[in-house]
């Protein structure tokens, strides 16, 4: 069993930045993927930034230019810095993993990022 812990969400002021961690417990494999997703009140979530154990990234268009997904040199561990901030990304962020392609998903308790105009 996989567990994520997501921690560096907080208050900030539109054009601000924070830096989100995940770090990934209870497993001796490399996880293939792991991903940043959101979810605003009201909204579906949805997949904000990923990133594979090769080091391939993907993103959303609405956060391209402004948040880079990154790992970490300790195992299964990955980052999600978030700069130029807006209102619209005010949502809770959770962290994802899939240990093997069209294994089980995981997922963190989320951490609350709230962005202020």
């Known amino acids: 069993q996989v567990q994520l812990v997501e921690s560096g969400g907080g208050l900030v002021r539109a054009g601000g930045s924070l830096r989100l961690s995940c770090v990934a417990s209870?497993?001796?494999?490399?996880?293939?993927?792991m991903n940043w997703y959101r979810q605003a009140p009201g909204k579906q979530r949805e997949l904000v930034a990923g990133?594979?154990?090769?080091?391939?990234?993907n993103y959303a268009d609405s956060v391209k230019g402004r948040f880079t997904i990154s790992k970490g040199n300790a195992k299964n561990t990955v980052y999600l810095q978030m700069n130029s901030l807006k209102p619209e990304d005010t949502a809770i962020y959770y962290c994802?993993?899939?240990?093997?392609?069209?294994?089980?998903?995981?997922w963190g308790q989320g951490t609350q990022v709230t962005v202020s105009s």
């Open positions: 994802n993993a899939v240990v093997l392609q069209g294994g089980t998903p995981y």
């Open positions: 209870g497993t001796s494999f490399w996880i293939n993927y």
């Open positions: 990133i594979t154990s090769g080091g391939s990234t």
